[in-house]
């Protein structure tokens, strides 16, 4: 194909196609596949991205929490080989492009800087939010409604800890003791 020099060359979210000038909405010629280009979504799309970009960072540090805690090998920029079970550590050292899954990054980064613990847990319980809220989206129920309910929940769910809450005297050593092994998993 001869191209003459009145066409333009846009790309256009691993889509080339030519654009004759002065009519900004002609598309003509062959359309070519050239991996590597963004793809801009909007609307339910981009939110089922989304979510299924925080569920691959989910993904990756589930598998290092627990008594069955396996130890992922990673490869630095430098060429080293680090391997840990620490998920705080492999989120620190992948690298991500997807605004999504780097918004999940930084909600372990914050973690981290608050509490100081429990960064692959809030990974964990996120990508399982988004998990449970997915189903609702692509039955087209407004996100909106979704946030409403899982508040609602965090009000009902708190309200039970509440009911079911026992006071505990500091000064009480066995009481204390049994907090401390509850803590630890000895019964």
Request: glycine share 8%.
């Amino acid at each position: 194909m001869v191209l003459d020099s009145v066409d333009l060359y846009l790309w256009s979210a691993k889509i080339w196609y030519p654009r004759r000038r002065g009519d900004a909405r002609a598309r003509g010629g062959p359309y070519f596949w050239t991996p590597g280009f963004p793809k801009r979504e909007q609307g339910r799309k981009a939110q089922l991205g989304n979510i299924s970009a925080a569920q691959a960072v989910a993904g990756i540090v589930r598998t290092t929490l627990g008594p069955r805690a396996m130890l992922k090998m990673i490869l630095d920029p430098m060429g080293g080989i680090v391997l840990t079970n620490d998920g705080n550590a492999i989120l620190r050292e992948i690298d991500v492009s997807h605004p999504a899954a780097k918004s999940m990054i930084e909600l372990s980064r914050t973690q981290d800087e608050e509490v100081g613990d429990g960064t692959t847990s809030v990974i964990v319980l996120a990508g399982e939010m988004l998990t449970v809220a997915k189903p609702f989206l692509e039955e087209n129920m407004h996100p909106r409604t979704v946030v409403m309910s899982y508040i609602k929940a965090l009000d009902t769910a708190l309200e039970t800890l509440d009911e079911i809450a026992t006071e505990v005297d500091p000064e009480d050593e066995k009481a204390m003791l049994n907090v401390i092994r509850t803590c630890l998993g000895e019964c």
